[in-house]
């Protein structure tokens, strides 16, 4: 039964009515159910402060008119169901009273309709502000707050921070100056200066992203490798300081003092450095770029032999390694101790393999490790590289007009027991030396009958061209001793194209260098032997990347040589470039360093022409950044950096040489 704090059922009475007697009016004017957040927030606050609005309710009436003895709620039907969700959690009972107003005299559809429409919410501004009071005025942790008003401490924190922000801009948002995602981007940072200097450099352009640029543009990403190396628990306890968004994903947020992280790099670096040099090498440098002016020659390691118990060890893991493959051939997916077994099997592998590529003892004692932060922020170790002053001299042979020289500078007397121009001791030997008119003279004629012999031997020729291009890109510093007129230039990019050293399309051209340098022989007169005795498609490999190497198609402005770009579009045809695995456009590579034309030109076409007329107006670097985002994935490239069937491709270039793409002056 309702108990009545007022006598009688006349309109306007307060009644103390059983939870479980109350029921959903079907003349509620809200038919859209309400949010489960909702429900959450205000049963949170009726627990914390209880009911601090009285429920509206009329009497249920059956078919004759008479009463139910339940009650419909016109107004309060969010308040009623945060009521149920208190009884389902146990902190009432189903029969709780609550307090209501009866109104028998308005129509219930018409005063459920002016609830929900004659009403002015709080401003968000006031709302930051409170939260914020009741963090610094009461005490209240997030945790607290986030109870009494049904919402996650996540919430809070970011309500907080909105009401941290600076005054001055509080106002201008409460005017309409600023927009809340605006704001938000405020947010990013508690001092109120730098919020304040910010806002009076934007342009009219206030777009979020260019706040938060603006804000972070002397910090460190959390993505950037140095920050994933150190790591933010490192990097704080030395002090350092790291700005996080609340309100977008921040990838570890920004760290704020620049000069304090790439100490960390190199102070970690150094202790890796240090390992590094109990290998035995002379030296050791940390850095965190590779230093790629180093001009020191380089070693690689070479194969040796494997002692008996680690070849015996080796051949049984890999059988073991391939029963295990062949057992689980057609398995969908593999057991967990499987797969545990396969782990250790490759590592075992793979630790044994590397002990059948060694470095000389010498070329340990004479070289060194570069030590860097790769791309990933990763460590990589680059060994093997030989200063100058460290290097032994080469032991070179050099001949002029009156024979061979041997290592101290000193020629040999005619009729010695040494080779003289080539020819073997027992053809010296006894023999009066020729003079050099007759040696030109029939050596002359030889070449012309090797010209014509190797000329008819297609083979014995692609190992000749093979092996002058081996010796001339993998043994720098020595006399390579071909027979052949080939030079192999290999031209740096690095002058040409900022950080091109260090990408992905780089390391896998250095990576693919050094396995080839650890298979090669450490002597150039070796060389001819292996390469004849590789298989035909291993020779081929070695072949294209020899040649591959001395690729080179970069246009200045000053080298006028269309030919070399026209077959430089017919190699890229004829291998399938596609420049998309090696290339994509960023507001850094691309779009920042053209027109605004260029950069609408390259939306409407990778995109839409809605798309290039939404952004017209658009500032240049705002523009950029856009365009960033919206060509990425799509594999649109410039015309340059794509693979044209060769005469149309040739075309495009010299149209575009003729008239390059120049930075806007915008």
């Known amino acids: 039964m309702a108990t009545k704090i007022e006598t009688g059922n006349e309109s306007g009475a307060v009644l103390f009515i059983p939870l479980n007697k109350l029921k959903k009016s079907p003349k509620n004017a809200r038919k859209t159910p309400h949010a489960e ?85 709080m401003h968000p501004a006031d709302q930051f502000e409170a939260f914020k009071q009741l963090a610094e005025e009461r005490g209240m942790s997030a945790e607290d707050i986030a109870a009494r008003f049904g919402v996650t401490p996540h919430v809070v924190r970011q309500r907080l921070r909105l009401g941290a922000v600076s005054p001055k801009l509080m106002q201008v ?24 200097q910010v806002f009076e450099n934007l342009s009219y352009n206030k777009d979020a992203s260019i706040i938060r640029r603006m804000l972070t543009e002397t910090h460190v990403s959390g993505r950037d490798r140095r920050a994933r190396f150190v790591g933010s628990e490192a990097y704080e306890q030395a002090g350092g300081v790291i700005m996080r968004d609340l309100f977008a994903e921040d990838y570890g947020g920004y760290f704020e003092d620049a000069g304090l992280l790439d100490r960390l790099v190199l102070e970690k670096l150094e202790t890796i450095a240090t390992e590094v040099r109990n290998e035995g090498w002379k030296w050791a440098e940390a850095h965190i770029d590779f230093p790629h002016s180093h ?26 390694f391939d029963a295990l493959s062949t057992q689980y051939e057609s398995a969908e997916e593999l057991s967990d101790d499987a797969d545990a077994k396969f782990g250790e099997l490759e590592a075992e592998i793979e630790r044994l393999s590397e002990r059948q590529q060694a470095y000389g003892t010498d070329d340990i004692a004479r070289g060194g490790v570069f030590v860097v932060l790769n791309h990933d922020g990763t460590v990589r170790l680059e060994r093997g590289f030989v200063r ?53 003279d029939l050596t002359a004629h030889r070449t012309l009958g090797l010209r014509v012999a190797l000329g008819e031997s297609p083979d014995v020729a692609l190992i000749a061209v093979t092996h002058t291009l081996v010796a001339q890109s993998f043994y720098d510093g020595y006399d390579v001793g071909t027979c052949l007129g080939l030079k192999s230039e290999r031209p740096s990019l690095a002058g040409h194209a900022d950080g091109i050293e260090d990408t992905p399309a780089a390391r896998t051209l250095a990576d693919r260098h050094a396995a080839w340098a650890k298979q090669l022989p450490q002597s ?125 491709q040739h075309k495009q270039v010299e149209a575009q040489h003729a008239d390059p793409c120049a930075v806007a002056a915008e």
């Open 37 to 121: 957040t909702e429900i959450e927030a205000l049963a949170a606050s009726i627990a914390v402060k209880g009911l601090l609005q009285n429920l509206v309710v009329e009497p249920e009436r059956d078919a004759d008119g008479g009463e139910t003895g339940n009650y419909l709620v016109t107004i309060g039907e969010g308040r009623r169901l945060a009521q149920l969700l208190r009884v389902k959690r146990k902190q009432i009972k189903k029969n709780e009273p609550i307090r209501c107003v009866l109104d028998t005299e308005h129509d219930a559809h018409e005063i459920s309709l002016a609830e929900n429409v004659i009403r002015t919410n």
């Open 173 to 196: 948002y409460r005017e309409g100056g600023l927009t809340l995602e605006q704001l938000m981007a405020f947010g990013l940072t508690e001092d109120h200066a730098r919020q304040e």
């Open 295 to 320: 001009g020191m020659r380089r070693v690689y390691p070479h194969p040796v032999s494997l002692s008996a118990d680690d070849e015996e060890r080796l051949s049984a893991a890999q059988a073991e």
């Open 388 to 440: 100058p002053e460290d290097d032994k001299p080469a032991e070179l042979e050099t001949t002029n007009e009156t024979g061979p020289v041997t290592e101290n500078g000193e020629r040999p007397n005619a009729g010695s027991s040494g080779a003289v121009n080539g020819a073997s001791e027992d053809e010296a030997e006894g023999e009066k030396a020729l003079s050099d008119l007759l040696v030109r």
């Open 524 to 648: 150039v007169g070796d060389l001819w032997a292996f390469i004849v005795a590789l298989d035909p498609d291993s020779r081929m490999a070695l072949f294209a990347h020899s040649a591959a190497l001395t690729a080179y198609a970069v246009r200045v402005s000053w080298d006028k040589t269309p030919r070399v770009w026209a077959n430089a579009d017919a190699v890229a045809e004829a291998v399938g470039l596609d420049m998309t695995a090696f290339w994509s456009p960023t507001a850094r590579s691309y779009f920042g360093r053209v027109s605004k034309a260029r950069i609408l030109e390259a939306v409407r076409e990778a995109v839409s022409d809605d798309a290039a007329k939404q952004m017209a107006d658009m500032k240049k670097q705002p523009m950029a950044e856009a365009a960033e985002r919206l060509l990425a994935g799509t594999g649109w490239l410039p015309s340059l950096l794509r693979t044209l069937p060769g005469v149309q």
